[in-house]
């Protein structure tokens, strides 16, 4: 059957699973998946950070020995060493500040007076990952009058979690999942899975009476103070991997704890499911708008590395650069700038240095 029709049968089954054959690069990327509530001046901010790769230049002093008139002299040389590292850049926005577009998720127009009000006492908002808008496959996922940001600038951010009226969790992802031709549901995982535990301690697993996971439970949301709430990593590849090989555990968006078994059946057919951003269920806050059809999966495989952006050094050769006539020496060139470390403005107004370490000098 033609893909175009059968992605156009999964819009009108909004409760459907989707076909087997539904290309999910035809939708474009999932929306970033947002739980917002009002701070208390009133104002819905989105905060966070981006994660960036830089090139900083390394200076160091060595002691070589180098040949004057047939005698060996030490002298002192400064080396100039390029080294990659990653940094963060602080994100604090009001939606307004995006200066994008705002609309519920069955297409009405919001202002943004409108979309802020919907949200301020707390609820879930999907935002575009790339700035343009979001395929209505992805926004089969949630409730009809969710608010749906279409807006640069989220692309690589990180939402903060925990404190406040920020949720107490990561962000998940949102994402889609289905059979290959062989009956195996593959999944996007790390090759760098976090900590198995992460903090959690599966021997003290607790459930309520309705099956939902409570305090020492594997889908616990962050209420005792031994969690480890680290978890964002920027190493790692991401890897497709059959999910029945991949430890999880699988939810309904309200907490109840679903079998393996039941999850793999499911997915089978082609679903799109909710990826806790850490080992823990993620916070409701999250989940508010989803449709109880929507898988939750929580797994340290499934926390796939985080998109950083790119403001490396491109190591090209320069195409200027003349050749050298044998017996000539090059002019030498400039002194390089010494970074003896980066100056990282911290939240609170103050600053922190990150020292340098020293690299591998690149030839």
Not at 20 to 48: C, F, Q, S
Not at 104 to 128: C, I, Q, Y
Not at 312 to 338: C, E, R, Y
Request: proline fraction near 10%.
């Amino acid at each position: 059957m033609n893909p175009s029709l059968l992605l156009s049968a999964a819009l009108l089954a909004p409760a459907a699973p989707l076909p087997r054959d539904t290309n999910p690069t035809e939708t474009g990327p999932a929306p970033r998946v947002l739980a917002l509530k009002a701070d208390a001046a009133g104002a819905v901010r989105i905060i966070g950070t981006v994660p960036t790769k830089v090139t900083v230049t390394n200076t160091y002093f060595t002691i070589e020995q180098v040949m004057v008139d047939g005698k060996p002299v030490q002298r002192q040389v400064q080396k100039n060493v390029d080294q990659d590292i990653v940094t963060t850049t602080y994100l604090n926005k009001s939606l307004a500040d995006f200066n994008g577009t705002f609309a519920t998720a069955d297409g009405k127009p919001l202002t943004v007076a409108e979309a802020t009000s919907r949200v301020k006492n707390g609820a879930t908002m999907l935002a575009s990952a790339d700035g343009k808008p979001i395929a209505k496959t992805w926004l089969r996922a949630v409730g009809a009058d969710t608010v749906v940001m279409v807006a640069d600038g989220l692309s690589h951010a990180q939402p903060q979690f925990g404190g406040g009226t920020l949720p107490t969790t990561p962000a998940p992802r949102l994402t889609m999942l289905g059979a290959d031709d062989s009956g195996k549901v593959l999944a996007p995982c790390t090759s760098l899975p976090l900590n198995p535990n992460g903090g959690v301690y599966y021997d003290e697993m607790m459930l309520d009476g309705g099956g939902r996971a409570w305090k020492g439970g594997r889908g616990f949301r962050g209420d005792i103070g031994y969690i480890d709430y680290g978890a964002q990593q920027y190493g790692g590849k991401v890897v497709n991997k059959p999910l029945a090989d991949v430890k999880f555990d699988a939810y309904d968006v309200t907490g109840k704890l679903i079998p393996r078994t039941a999850a793999l059946r499911q997915l089978a057919a082609g679903g799109m499911v909710v990826v806790a951003g850490n080992n823990q269920m993620p916070d409701e806050a999250y989940l508010k708008a989803f449709h109880r059809d929507v898988l939750v999966l929580v797994g340290p495989e499934l926390v796939v590395p985080n998109p950083i952006v790119d403001q490396t050094k491109k190591k090209t050769a320069d195409p200027k650069a003349l050749p050298v006539a044998p017996g000539v020496n090059p002019p030498a060139p400039p002194l390089p700038v010494i970074q003896p470390g980066i100056i990282i403005q911290g939240r609170a107004g103050g600053n922190v240095i990150l020292p340098v370490a020293p690299a591998v000098e690149k030839k």
